[in-house]
């Protein structure tokens, strides 16, 4: 009786052709390299039925040799192990031992003879000798060895050997995926973009930030296909060996393996030879190109030969996306990180040895280091193990230490993304790394390129090369990225941190301004006060400071301190973010012409300037909550401005009339400005979106839409004073959402009010007022929401 156990190989032969011979040399050499091998025997077949003994060796074992002799096809024994050993799907490797594949694969000879002998005698069984012809089939299809091609039986032999034991290093099982947390899911989407059933030539992208688990991801993918093809590499850590110099010395051992030509010497960048393009071109060939960071690479590895034999696949893992469209690779799989409970049971594995935190200190722990490590495998991997068989008191140190002082592991995977960049690029990121985590991408686009120029393609490049990344149009950046750009700033000057070209941490920034000594080095100061004391700022606060181009402070409540005012701010600033600022004005010295954003939100500015300014490049203003200001000067130079929020400004009093004359403005929010009593007409504000005016109390009069305004969808006009709205409102025929909710003193509605055919939300509560309501036409189709 067999026992229940895995085979290295399982040998399958008809005993009468090659037992004694052929099959007895494959089976002694492959006992000696000490590999598990079970020689099908008569004493596995009984009866007339495949054995359960027999079912379980071909199950449990890993490769099946089938070694297709004359009359092979004779043995119903033989051809119904086979069917057994196809659908079992495991890695197969037929030997056509003196017959030609093409006669086992059409069943012809030898083959035709033995079934025109079994359709006679099974007549009744006809889908049995079907299942026989269609396991022939496909197992002649497979790659294989052919005995009149490799001469003699002893170098068939070795090179069969070779073949298995390639196999056995190469083969995977689901047992293999263990301790893989998350990659057998991501495999099954990646194996469903290859298309197996698809004979033509395929080249599938990887891509993600480093430490995400691409090659591992590819690795898998790798081991569980390559039984399906005639040759297959996995071309590792190319990048690497480009840096080392050695790739030349890699493609002459991916060439030779796949050709199977040991004395294949390649000595040009380019495989010139039309005879072994040929020869690449006929093979059905696995190749994985790991860790590429350039589509040069790609090139000298394959030569120029962008063309592999029907049914190849070619897998590149990158971490710039460009990499794979320059080769052109439009089958591309984004790497993610690990979800929230993947992330837990890798951390859990490498920390505490179990798949999930059994203590309650264990899984505080495992969410102190995920909030950091932010579902990336590495950082999970590197911190967890690091962590294992240690004191509490040690492991929650270390966790509470990672913000601060960076894991040099992670660190170093990382940032070789970031030397690769362009000098602008680098300092792109390290702006984003440090100020614009979150930021809009419009404006931190706008930012850029006053900054640097071509921020629109640079910022393009980022993301491709998986530094950072936008969702819901917003800037986003993963934490270990963030403080590795963290890193390389502080680095810059570890101890003096006036010399460092940007700030952010609140005790340095307090620092640097206290001391009124920052250098011309700073391009940017962020400062926190939640946590920090009152700081008062002398008036040359910044004459130091000449180049910097962002400044944001905020959580100030009042702490922040100018009782001799403020002389200038930087002409160079491009973002000002000042919460809270204590003075009635802007210092009359600040040129403000490359200003892209100015928010000085709940501060105590009356009038920003007086004049005139150069505003080109001003896109936003923010104010809001600003309880002092009267008015806002002339912006008719502002010509690319798109937003301004002055909500809750209750002593604004006239908005300029320049307002009328910006094209480009998208949003104007005047909410609870309580004093202000008239507008002026936006109707050549052709880009305007949202115009919000709801609390106006004092406004009694909403201006003429001279001409159609098809792009503004939202109007909020509830709780104002006006009695009436002019016909003219008709012209907005984008408005989707009217506001009136309210307005206390509305009498009536204009009759052309049913022209507002795209409006689907109209809001008319609280209007006691109201006298006539206009009739609801069959053109208003879309209107779904009437609150009354």
């Not at 984004?334 to 200190?361: C, G, T």
């Not at 984008?734 to 003193?745: A, F, Q």
Request: proline share 3%.
């Amino acid at each position: 009786m067999i026992k229940a156990r895995t085979y290295d190989v399982f040998l399958s032969f008809r005993g009468e052709d090659t037992r004694d011979g052929f099959l007895s040399h494959l089976y002694n050499d492959l006992c000696r390299k000490t590999i598990e091998t079970l020689i099908d025997s008569e004493k596995l077949r009984r009866g007339d039925e495949i054995s359960e003994a027999l079912l379980t060796a071909i199950q449990g074992s890993r490769v099946s040799v089938i070694v297709f002799s004359k009359d092979y096809a004779s043995s119903r024994w033989c051809l119904d192990e086979l069917v057994k050993i196809m659908d079992c799907n495991k890695c197969v490797v037929p030997v056509f031992y003196g017959v030609d594949p093409s006669d086992v694969r059409k069943q012809r000879g030898s083959f035709a003879d033995a079934f025109a002998k079994h359709e006679e005698n099974f007549k009744h069984e006809l889908e049995r000798v079907k299942s026989w012809r269609s396991a022939l089939t496909a197992a002649a299809n497979l790659s294989g060895w052919d005995s009149q091609v490799t001469r003699p039986d002893s170098i068939l032999v070795d090179k069969i050997v070779k073949d298995i034991m390639n196999k056995l290093n190469c083969g995977t099982s689901n047992a293999n995926l263990e301790g893989l947390v998350g990659i057998e899911r991501r495999m099954q989407k990646v194996l469903s973009l290859f298309q197996d059933e698809i004979p033509d030539f395929r080249k599938l992208g990887i891509w993600g930030m480093g430490g995400t688990g691409k090659t591992t991801l590819a690795e898998a993918i790798f081991h569980h296909v390559l039984n399906g093809f005639q040759s297959y590499f996995f071309l590792a850590n190319v990048r690497e060996y480009e840096e080392r110099g050695k790739l030349f010395k890699l493609r002459q051992k991916f060439l030779s393996a796949i050709l199977e030509d040991e004395n294949l010497c390649i000595s040009t960048s380019r495989i010139g030879s039309g005879f072994l393009k040929d020869r690449l071109s006929r093979k059905k060939v696995l190749v994985v190109c790991d860790d590429v960071s350039k589509l040069s690479q790609l090139e000298f590895l394959f030569g120029g030969n962008n063309r592999l034999g029907p049914g190849s696949r070619v897998i590149v893992t990158t971490r710039d996306k460009q990499v794979l469209i320059q080769y052109g690779i439009d089958l591309i799989y984004e790497m993610k990180e690990l979800d929230e409970d993947e992330s837990i049971q890798l951390f859990s594995q490498h920390a505490f040895k179990s798949n999930n935190p059994m203590e309650y200190h264990q899984l505080k722990l495992s969410q102190m280091v995920l909030s950091f490590a932010n579902g990336n495998p590495l950082a999970i991997k590197v911190i967890g193990s690091s962590l294992c068989g240690k004191t509490k008191s040690y492991q929650e140190s270390e966790v509470k230490k990672l913000k601060q002082v960076p894991n040099p592991d992670i660190q170093k995977l990382l940032k070789w993304s970031f030397d690769g960049l362009e000098c602008e690029e680098k300092e792109m990121f390290l702006d984003i790394a440090c100020f614009f985590k979150g930021k809009d991408r419009d404006i931190v686009t706008w930012i850029m390129d006053s900054c640097y120029g071509f921020a629109y393609s640079r910022i393009e490049n980022l993301i491709d090369k998986s530094l950072i990344s936008v969702s819901q149009n917003q800037i986003a950046i993963h934490d270990l990225l963030q403080q590795m750009g963290w890193n390389i700033v502080c680095n810059e000057s570890p101890l003096m941190p006036e010399k460092r070209s940007r700030l952010w941490i609140p005790e340095d920034s307090y620092d640097v301004l206290t001391k009124n000594n920052g250098t011309e080095m700073l391009r940017g100061i962020v400062l926190d006060m939640s946590k920090l004391a009152k700081l008062e700022l002398e008036p040359i606060a910044f004459m130091k400071m000449q180049r910097l181009r962002f400044l944001k402070f905020y959580h100030t409540c009042g702490k922040i301190l100018l009782f001799k005012g403020l002389l200038s701010f930087p002409n160079e600033l491009r973002y000002l973010y000042w919460e809270g600022y204590p003075l009635r004005s802007l210092p009359t010295k600040f040129d403000l012409r490359y200003l892209v954003e100015l928010d000085m939100r709940y501060s105590n500015v009356k009038q920003l300037w007086e004049g005139k300014q150069d505003l080109g490049n001003l896109k936003v203003i923010r104010l809001h909550h600003s309880k002092n200001l009267v008015r806002i000067p002339d912006l008719s130079s502002a010509t690319n401005l798109e937003k301004i929020n002055l909500r809750w400004c209750f002593n604004l009093i006239e908005l300029p009339s320049s307002l009328q004359h910006l094209e480009k403005l998208t949003l104007l929010n005047f909410s609870f400005c309580k004093n202000l009593r008239s507008l002026p007409s936006f109707y050549k504000a052709t880009s305007l979106t949202k115009l919000y005016l709801s609390g106006c109390s004092n406004l009694e009069i909403f201006p003429e839409i001279m001409e159609t305004m098809e792009r503004l969808y939202e109007l909020d006009l509830s709780g104002t004073a006006l009695k009436e709205l002019p016909s003219s409102i008709a012209n907005l025929i984008g408005l989707k959402y009217l506001g009136l909710n309210n307005c206390e003193n509305l009498v009536c509605l204009p009759d052309s009010f049913y022209k507002l055919k795209s409006l689907e939300i109209f809001n008319v509560k609280g209007c006691s007022r109201l006298e006539i309501f206009p009739e609801i036409m069959d053109t208003m189709e879309r209107l779904y929401e009437l609150d009354l």
